[in-house]
């Protein structure tokens, strides 16, 4: 940066007083002479060569030195200086580099008039520059600028692309009130020699779904087969979601199936939205058997298929069949993970079925997952509910051999249980490990309260029983 500063100042210093570059015969060296009497101008002119006056560089040159500029307004004053050079000409790459620099530091006058200046010159002009512009304002937020330079590119003489379209398209609608000025220019498109492709329909087909105008998303869709526009999965999906936000589930399915028959193989996207759609409006047989036929149509179920069907059986209180649908994941090459045990143990205890929650814990710790405080509570909750009492402690000691730390809440409701006489041996060492894991500043156990107490009195009393051995 200082360098071309200090190169700035030597420039602008030559151009204020003319110089020469002057060889002097039999010497090795050259001096530069700032100014000169005339009659020593005289004495040496038939000894002297002279020079053209030094420049700044040449066109490759000063472009470089642009684009090597952090700082925008400094590049300008490069470009500008080397314009006042004799029969100089910038090359367009020094045009493009520098208004893409004003652009983003938002000198927006300085840019447009910059992009005028390119236009008077008639230097042919690269049809990227036109994609950044609108690029460049939409980062800023002006769509009304954005709409601007896309009628711009006519004045160079350049033909806006399906590319260029598509970017003004994607920033307009991402403003609620320029959707409709955003189809405008879509039907407009062809007064500038432009065809919309398959993302342009897409991009006006997502806009309009999520504006919840799916009438005319859907006129969009039929009208791309009338055109020779060939819809794409996405173009589906688009129309699927759609269809599923309005609760228009069966359409959807529909569609599906049109997708499948004409060939095309829907992302593992386009499922998830169905299966979570049909969940939702507690289709779970229609979900379970599109799980299935996921992999005989070339898209392998993953995680979040099953776990979305797993959920959707467990919040109808189904929580058996999502059991199956846990056991068909490996021999369809997928794991159930920590989310997939975590709702199906949960589901189980709403339903009271304790025993089987607690197995899928103990093959859910088996493979290294910790379950969350709030799994255990609930087993443990559940079967002090319906007096399983050992069960309970058993789980509350694997609770305690995986460092889990209890709530108050899950001892308050397993202490008054435990603590009787007859319990006392059976839960000593599960007290000696709660003790070794609570003794904390502000431990949980000691907030269980009385039934603690209790039961360190019972205790005391039950070894004061205990036979003397001398």
Not at 162 to 187: E, G, M, T, W
Not at 239 to 267: F, H, T, W
Not at 425 to 441: G, R, W, Y
Request: charged share 25%; aromatic share 8%; glycine share 4%.
């Amino acid at each position: 940066m200082k360098m071309h500063r200090v190169l700035l100042h030597s420039y602008r210093a030559a151009m204020a007083a003319p110089f020469h570059l002057v060889v002097l015969p039999r010497t090795r060296w050259r001096t530069l002479y700032s100014s000169a009497t005339q009659q020593q101008q005289q004495q040496q002119q038939k000894q002297e060569v002279h020079v053209k006056p030094s420049r700044i560089g040449s066109p490759a040159r000063v472009q470089k030195l642009i684009a090597s500029q952090s700082d925008p307004l400094l590049a300008k004053e490069i470009f500008d200086l080397a314009s006042l050079q004799p029969n100089f000409k910038h090359s367009y790459s020094s045009f493009h580099i520098l208004i893409l620099k004003l652009g983003r530091a938002h000198q927006f006058s300085l840019m447009q008039d910059l992009l005028m200046r390119l236009r008077s010159e008639q230097c042919p002009v690269n049809p990227s520059l036109f994609s950044d512009i609108i690029e460049i304002y939409g980062e800023a937020n002006l769509p009304d600028q954005a709409l601007k330079t896309f009628h711009t590119m006519v004045e160079f003489r350049t033909k806006p692309l399906p590319k260029h379209l598509n970017c003004l398209l994607q920033f307009l609608v991402s403003h609620r009130n320029y959707i409709h000025p955003a189809f405008d220019l879509f039907k407009s498109a062809h007064r500038y020699g432009i065809s919309p492709d398959t993302k342009s329909y897409n991009i006006l087909m997502s806009a309009f779904c999520f504006n919840e105008d799916l009438s005319i998303a859907y006129t969009l869709f039929n009208q791309m087969f009338k055109r020779d526009v060939v819809p794409d999965v996405e173009s589906y999906r688009i129309l699927m979601q759609g269809l599923c936000r309005k609760s228009q589930v069966n359409r959807a399915v529909d569609l599906l199936e049109d997708m499948l028959n004409k060939g095309y193989i829907p992302d593992a996207l386009s499922y998830t939205t169905l299966l979570n759609s049909l969940c939702r409006k507690k289709k779970l047989k229609e979900a379970y058997k599109l799980l299935c036929r996921m992999k005989v149509k070339g898209c392998n179920p993953d995680i979040v298929h099953y776990n979305t069907v797993i959920s959707g059986f467990c919040r109808e209180g189904r929580g058996l069949d999502a059991c199956k649908v846990l056991e068909d994941m490996p021999s369809n090459g997928c794991s159930p993970n920590l989310m997939s045990y975590w709702t199906l143990v949960s589901g189980l205890c709403d339903q009271g079925l304790y025993d089987e929650a607690k197995n899928y814990v103990v093959e859910m710790l088996s493979k290294g997952f910790s379950p969350h405080f709030s799994v255990f509570h609930a087993l443990i909750n559940g079967f002090c509910n319906v007096g399983k009492i050992e069960e309970a402690c058993e789980v509350l000691g694997e609770m305690l051999r995986h460092g889990e730390a209890p709530h108050t809440d899950t001892w308050v409701a397993i202490i008054p249980r435990i603590c009787e006489a007859d319990k006392l041996v059976t839960m000593e060492n599960i007290f000696d490990e709660a003790l070794k894991l609570e003794i904390t500043p502000d431990t949980r156990l000691m907030e269980a309260g009385i039934g603690l107490e209790d039961y360190v009195i019972r205790k005391i009393r039950h070894k004061s029983r205990k036979p003397q051995v001398f």
